[in-house]
């Protein structure tokens, strides 16, 4: 069981950025792929980014390549997304997800956090 709490959401100009933090409780934390997804008004959710469990992969949703950046710290149990260059179509709740493998649905989610991109 693994349960997630995202922050560091707000309001920022576009061309700023934003760091957003998944705290992430459980003993297993570290084997998970965890994800960043994103769901903006009157949208379903889309996948934002992803790493696996060392680390050592990512991928992107091609709408953010090249501007944002997944990551993790195992020791302490944490997820970060750093969102730079931001646009105002990055709007929308950012969610952080979990799941026991790469091949595996993303079993586990936090509450979300509101990112709004001011134009």
């Known amino acids: 069981q693994v349960q997630l709490v995202e922050s560091g959401g707000g309001l920022v100009q576009a061309g700023g950025s934003l760091r957003l933090s998944c705290a992430a409780s459980?003993?297993?934390?570290?084997?998970?792929?965890m994800g960043w997804f994103r769901q903006a008004p009157g949208k379903e959710r889309a996948f934002v980014a992803a790493?696996?469990?060392?680390?050592?992969?990512?991928y992107y949703a091609d709408s953010v390549k090249g501007r944002f950046i997944i990551s993790r710290d195992n020791a302490k149990n944490m997820v970060y997304l750093q969102m730079n260059t931001l646009k105002p179509e990055d709007t929308a709740v950012y969610f952080c997800?979990?799941?026991?493998?790469?091949?595996?649905?993303?079993?586990?989610w936090g509450q979300g956090t509101q990112v709004t991109v001011s134009s």
């Open positions: 790493i696996r469990w060392s680390g050592s992969y990512t």
């Open positions: 459980g003993r297993t934390f570290s084997s998970y792929e």
């Open positions: 997800a979990a799941r026991p493998s790469a091949l595996g649905r993303y079993d586990f």
